[in-house]
């Protein structure tokens, strides 16, 4: 089977502007449409120089399917990083869709606004939310795909009946808050099982690793069932972002190829 690379060919996919959300969700899955599971990689700013992001984002323009955009807010996470004015400002110089990931302990309350500024993916903690599916549905609303994420230690079970709900789950690979931690393994077989659960429904929910990924461990998180994989310190730590990311998508994609959940 072969996987192909799918820079381009996924960057028209996950909501055109001017496409409802349910027309985005309606679209042919990625993963269909190609006839296998589609890797995408999403590199994260926070490893980025944020006095240049533009360039930052120019830099893995032509060979990332997102901009991961980490917003902290000093209480849901240890640290502070940007917040909506500056993702306004980052929409007017990337054609990147931003994935915009956000750690903060009032999500219910903010996240639409991500998402009607013109973020593409807007992610929201379950351990944060207090009213789930109205955020959610606010998100979608507002046109963007909506994000579910959890810690390494929130299982994912207590989710199962919101997968409507959603388009992608993201699996937190380390405690959020910081670039350049370790990798927590102790997450693999939440991946598993998330995956399994993902395929007995059916459904077309990406599934997003982020913490720790680099070229050691990325295949892990393919064999085990992540598709959308983001990395801070893996790409903006290396000389040239931009062969990072190529080199990371080359090991997902073939361990993906391998994966029994890909076939
Ligand atoms: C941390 C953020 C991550 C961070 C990952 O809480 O959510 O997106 O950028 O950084 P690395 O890839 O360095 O672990
Ligand atoms: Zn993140």
Redesign the pocket.
Known sequence: MTVPAAAGLLRTLPGEPGTTPDATRAGTPAASRLGTMAVQMAP?I??ADFARLADEAAAVATVADWL?V?VMDYHF?PNLTIGLPVVESLLKHTELPLDC?L?ISEPDRWAAGYAEAGARNVTVHAEALQAPVRTLREIRAAGARAGLAVNPATPVEPYEDLLPEFDMLLLMT?E??????SFLDVVLPKLRRARALLQRHGTSVWLQV????GEDTIERCAEAGADVF?????VYGADNPAAAVEALRRHAEHATARAPWSH
């Open positions: 994260s926070l490893s991961h980490d996470v990931h750690m380390i959020p808050g910081f670039g350049g931690q982020d913490g720790g990924v983001v990395a801070g310190t893996a």
